[in-house]
């Protein structure tokens, strides 16, 4: 059993600007972050694809009281991605005193940024990042 994504590739494409998944062979459903098994039907006949890095903002909240190491207030949002699973990360850009509801089904697209480690993490690590488009 072998992972066919691991985390560290993961975050490596992220770094490169590429946003890795993974398809299933079985059912045809991805996954992302990088599993084991298909999110959907626990298949572990999967392949690494470059997913399109495009999707809708799904909800959202404002953070005003950060975990230690972080600066409030930010947007932390849920997209759903083209390709069907959500993943969360940060909504930039967009002022966080000014998110209004108006930004729910808004098209996004998905970057990266670095996030230094803090005493609870295992180091620095890369977060996903989402921008409005048009």
Do not use: H
């Not at 072998?2 to 600007?17: D, F, Q, R, S």
């Not at 932390?76 to 991605?81: L, P």
């Amino acid at each position: 059993m072998e992972y066919k994504l691991t985390y560290n590739k993961y975050t490596e494409a992220l770094k490169e600007g590429k946003f890795l998944g993974l398809k299933c062979n079985q059912c045809g459903a991805y996954t992302v972050p990088p599993k084991k098994v298909c999110m959907e039907c626990s298949s572990e006949d999967m392949e690494v694809v470059e997913l399109s890095g495009k999707g809708k903002l799904q909800t959202f909240t404002v953070l005003r009281v950060p975990p230690e190491g972080f600066e409030a207030p930010y947007i932390v949002a849920m997209v759903e991605t083209k390709e069907g699973p959500w993943v969360t990360g940060n909504l930039v850009g967009v002022d966080p005193d000014k998110a209004t509801m108006n930004l729910m089904g808004r098209e996004v697209k998905v970057g990266a940024k670095a996030v230094p480690g803090d005493k609870f993490s295992g180091g620095d690590m890369m977060a996903l990042t989402f921008s409005l488009v048009g």
